[in-house]
């Protein structure tokens, strides 16, 4: 019941940031979080939200989705912050690359 009312708590009222990764995580064991577009802050810099839903996808089928405190995140982007990617549409974004099984370490 404790954690039905955490879900709960995240969806009632919450800023939530969602972005979703296609493909590339699977074929990687990377994923991607935003902190730049066009030379200027965005993503996990700038975003205001308290979560943050990491969205997997194979093609246009999602695979899960990876749910954050953002402030967690912020601490673990930090740790790969040598990590750094072009991506998305022509190249102009930048993002922290995180091995997935870094997730999931305590």
């Known amino acids: 019941q404790l954690r039905e009312k955490k879900v709960h708590d995240i969806f009632s009222n919450k800023k939530i940031e969602v972005k979703t990764e296609r493909d590339w995580w699977f074929k990687t064991g990377n994923i991607a979080v935003e902190f730049e577009s066009y030379g200027k802050p ?11 839903a990491h969205v997997l996808a194979n093609g246009d089928e ?28 022509s190249k102009r974004s930048k993002a922290y690359l995180i091995p997935i099984v870094e997730l999931f370490k305590l």
């Open 42 to 52: 965005s993503g996990i810099a700038t975003t205001e939200a308290k979560y943050w």
């Open 62 to 89: 999602e695979h899960c989705i990876l749910w954050f405190r953002t402030s967690k995140l912020r601490k673990l982007v930090k740790k790969f912050s040598d990590k750094i990617k072009d991506v998305g549409d």
